[in-house]
């Protein structure tokens, strides 16, 4: 019974003091091999179609809080795919309702990679990469802008398989206008 019990111990401790020295070693071994093989360059072959956003956020008289944006592109079958979102803090991602509901709450991982701050009111224009998937169907750009003391607006640009030119549309409350040029 005591031999049983040594034994077991002797396993747990090797697992538990050598076995992240092993990890470590064999991580360091797998990313020199990796870093001696050359880049695959199928994911540029697959990302070729540009895409360029102009937005332009109203000027406002009195002082006003930076605004909060969030910019996505969705597919007939409610596929959600976020592009761009400035956000001062994350609890502040409820007051842009519709990105909320849509994509925010349920791809809380995705958006640390294409979150910035917010930025001053005025003209600001943002490029993206797309998939060329999405040329082959009808697709929708938003963009959702929120302000603390402010109101909130949503637009969206639709656009149709093949199209490539610049679609603008003007908003009323917190975007003067917003433009999408899909290349």
């Not at 750009?141 to 030119?165: C, D, H, Y």
Request: positive net charge.
């Amino acid at each position: 019974m005591t031999m049983k019990l040594t034994v077991k111990w002797l396993i747990a401790t090797y697992c538990l003091i050598l076995s992240p020295v092993t990890l470590a070693v064999a991580a360091n071994e797998a990313n020199s091999h990796l870093a001696s093989k050359p880049v695959n360059n199928r994911l540029d072959k697959r990302i070729h179609n540009k895409l360029t956003v102009k937005i332009n956020f109203m000027q406002f008289d009195t002082l006003t809080e930076k605004p909060y944006l969030a910019l996505w592109y969705s597919l007939p079958n409610k596929h959600y795919t976020p592009l761009k979102v400035l956000r001062a803090d994350s609890k502040w991602l409820r007051d842009l309702k519709s990105f909320w509901r849509y994509i925010a709450r349920y791809q809380r991982e995705r958006l640390d990679g294409i979150t910035s701050a917010t930025v001053k009111s005025g003209k600001h224009s943002f490029s993206f990469a797309l998939p060329k998937t999405t040329r082959t169907q009808t697709h929708g750009f938003w963009v959702e802008v929120a302000r603390e003391n402010g109101s909130r607006e949503l637009l969206k640009i639709n656009m149709q398989p093949g199209q490539q030119t610049q679609t603008c549309i003007e908003g009323t409350k917190e975007i003067s206008l917003f433009c999408v040029d899909y290349q």
